[in-house]
């Protein structure tokens, strides 16, 4: 997935804010959000393509969860 604003690779799924984008994701057009120039955009994505930002974005989060229990205990 690419930003459409800064062309940048670093795009998470962004969480639906109102019934229309519930309706539009409903119809596959989802929600991301860019980390680097903080647009939102829409974009038709399958189920996969969607799935794989939502399985890298929870890798990353408990990637961080054990790094900071392991320094705690350091």
């Known amino acids: 997935m690419t930003c459409p604003h800064c062309r940048s690779h670093w795009v998470i799924v962004s969480a639906l804010q109102n019934l229309g ?3 539009l994701s409903t ?3 989802h929600a991301y959000r860019c980390k680097s120039c903080s647009s939102r ?4 994505a399958s189920r996969r393509q969607r ?3 939502v399985e890298a ?4 989060i408990v990637g961080h969860a054990m790094i900071s229990r392991v320094l705690q205990h350091t």
Request: proline fraction near 0%; avoid cysteine; charge should be positive.
């Open 21 to 23: 984008e519930k309706l």
């Open 27 to 29: 119809l596959g057009r």
């Open 41 to 44: 955009f829409f974009v038709f």
């Open 51 to 53: 799935r794989a930002l």
């Open 57 to 60: 974005r929870a890798r990353r």
